[in-house]
């Protein structure tokens, strides 16, 4: 049966996933690795270990979920349309946040390396248009919407094609992936780009020199909208759950065997001196990714399949937090590193509950309740109030003029 409605599931785990990044960047200014925003004097490489992790499969799982919602956004809509709607949700956003949420963090880093001046004093450099890190001009960690935006301009036309009424013959053939484990065969073209292309066109977000990781991304989309528009494969993901997660556990502890004890490309311990079986431990990460995706999506439909008063809510502010909560971060992690007698788990810790704090209750007092607000960040209009009967009103008695009033 075609899928017509939201599954609550899908929500849920956009939810989790969106607080998966805040975990993720909150570690940022704390672990061993350079080229982060702000940084502490002290790292930690256990940080490094559990960011490395969640790196592999959150933005994948991001795509996944953004996949189907580009489905459910193509009912019943024109090509046209559809494009008009994700400039709406995606592109004003993006283009709002560069001039408005991000400059406080290229601010603050400015700070860092010597900057002097006040906010207002340095703003203007924005309009120079230098791309960061030369310049001030810069998405950031927006790159995801930027890039969500393009995939969906690309596709349009590919996706009006597939839930259009002729599309019959294509979902019957797809359906064939659902049958046994035939569904890890979509795994296939993403984990050989990666694993022949990344270590050549490294992950940079910029969308200029990122061709390999802006096509490695759009694959997870194109899954995501693969597997919602013929239901029988979300099915197979639930029915393979638990596989999934086992090739997915086996391969992160071989993954992390390797990395651990320097058994891989450029180290001494590499047992192979051919380049090209460097492809097969780069094929470990995009094997990772994809079967954790998997697993995670196969559990979120077997347990997570259910409504509740505060779903809709949530994902209503799931987008605007995420927009928001990383210029948080750094604004906090400015003056958290500068303390220093405080420990790196301390530091972390204020630095993911101040963000939460901080980015829930700028999201519900000052963007839910205005609608330009809600425009900038994204957000449906907001609905307009329903007339209520006054009490007056429903003591009025009923005046029958006419016998077609009788029922």
């Known amino acids: ?75 019943r809509r024109t090509t046209s349309s559809f494009i008009s709607l994700r400039c709406r949700r995606l592109l004003i956003p993006l283009v709002a946040a560069m001039f408005i949420i991000v400059p406080p963090q290229i601010y603050m880093e400015r700070l860092t390396q010597g900057f002097t001046g006040t906010f207002w004093q340095w703003y203007p450099d924005v309009f120079n248009f230098v791309p960061y890190p030369k310049g001030s001009f810069s998405w950031h ?18 996706f009006a094609c597939c839930v259009s009424s002729g599309s019959g013959g294509f979902k019957a053939k797809a359906s064939r992936l659902a049958e046994g484990s035939r569904i890890y065969l979509l795994m296939i073209p993403g984990i050989l780009w990666y694993a022949f292309l990344s270590r050549r066109f490294p992950e940079t977000n910029d969308l200029l020199h990122d061709g390999s990781y802006f096509v490695y991304w759009m694959f997870f989309l194109l899954a995501g909208f693969l597997c919602i528009l013929q239901p029988k494969l979300m099915n197979s993901l639930q029915r393979n759950r638990r596989v999934s997660l086992t090739i997915g556990f086996m391969a992160i ?65 799931v987008f605007p937090f995420y927009i928001l909560h990383q210029t948080v971060i750094v604004v906090l992690a400015y003056y958290f590193v500068q303390l220093p ?41 907001k609905p307009k109030p329903t007339k209520i009967q006054t009490q007056k009103e429903l003591n009025q008695p009923v005046v029958i003029t ?3 009033t009788i029922t």
């Open 1 to 75: 049966m075609e899928t017509k409605t939201r599954e609550s599931y899908l929500d849920w785990l956009r939810i989790l996933s969106i607080l998966g990044v805040l975990f993720f960047h909150s570690a940022m200014p704390y672990v061993a690795e350079d080229g982060w925003h702000i940084k502490n004097a002290q790292t930690s490489n256990l940080l490094l270990e559990s960011n490395f992790f969640l790196h592999l499969f959150r933005m994948p799982l991001l795509f996944f979920i953004s996949g189907t919602v580009s489905y459910y956004m193509m009912q």
């Open 141 to 158: 960690h927006l790159w995801f919407i930027a890039y969500l935006f393009l995939y969906d301009l690309l596709l349009a036309p590919l």
């Open 253 to 317: 502890l071989l993954l992390d065997y390797l990395r651990w004890n320097q058994i891989e490309p450029g180290h001494n311990s590499w047992p192979f001196q051919s380049e090209y079986t460097w492809y097969l431990f780069d094929a470990l990460k995009p094997l990772v990714a994809w079967t954790w995706v998997f697993a995670l999506i196969g559990y979120g439909k077997h347990y997570l399949n259910r409504k509740s008063s505060v779903l809709s809510y949530l994902n209503e502010a």
């Open 341 to 381: 007698n405080e420990s790196i788990l301390s530091k972390y810790i204020y630095t993911l509950g101040t963000t939460f704090f901080i980015t829930v209750l700028t999201y519900h007092l000052l963007v839910r309740p205005f609608a330009l607000s809600r425009i900038l960040f994204g957000m449906k209009p």
């Open 402 to 404: 006419s016998l077609s």
